[in-house]
């Protein structure tokens, strides 16, 4: 069976990780864990939700990409891609909109899928960003960086290769992204 790769992009507080949590529970898909600077939120765990990293150790992996996004680095590794793969057929990965273009050229070898996330109205993003426990003063720093004001829209370059995943109604939005699958031809594990 050919391996699969759904690349996962949006604006902060747009539901990325929703999205990608839903395929892991309904569907059995793997998550690539990703690497950043940045320090843990309440709840996050070492290896589960991030390789939490310090700035020397975040240079020792072998990135496909990386970006520095509201004062951190965030990178994705042919290690992280790798490991998940050997565990399933289909993974998935949340990525900001510069690294989709690195996935882009880089991934030759299997089927893989981009999703742009977007929401309605872009006043839900600060109140999903505090709901996931981040302070005022962190969602507002996110939302005014130069990165989450360019993901709020998709890009022209990101158009003509993403499916476009509205995320206004959590209900409505399990529907498109089944259906999204089926056209794809991507099955449960």
């Not at 590794?77 to 989709?100: C, M, N, P, Q």
């Not at 290769?161 to 056209?183: A, S």
Request: contains cysteine; charged residues 30%; hydrophobic residues 35%.
């Amino acid at each position: 069976m050919m391996k699969t790769l759904i690349v996962i992009c949006g604006a902060p507080g747009s539901g990325k990780t929703t999205i990608q949590n839903y395929l892991s529970e309904k569907y059995g898909f793997q998550r690539v864990i990703t690497h950043t600077t940045r320090p843990p939120r309440i709840k996050e765990k070492n290896k589960v939700d991030y390789y939490f990293e310090s700035k020397n150790s975040f240079f020792e992996n072998h990135f496909i990409e990386y970006v520095e996004y509201a004062g951190y680095l965030y990178g994705s590794s042919y290690e992280g891609l790798e490991l998940a793969l050997r565990k399933t057929d289909t993974a998935t990965i949340v990525l900001e909109t510069e690294g989709v273009l690195s996935y882009k050229k880089a991934i030759k070898d299997m089927q893989v899928l981009f999703w742009y996330v977007k929401v309605p109205d872009i006043k839900q993003l600060a109140v999903r960003i505090l709901k996931r426990g981040e302070s005022e003063k962190e969602a507002a720093k996110r939302l005014a960086s130069a990165e989450a004001k360019r993901d709020m829209r998709i890009s022209t370059r990101l158009e003509p290769f993403c499916e476009i995943i509205e995320n206004g109604n959590w209900q409505e939005t399990t529907k498109i992204v089944d259906r999204v699958l089926k056209d794809a031809g991507v099955k449960k594990v």
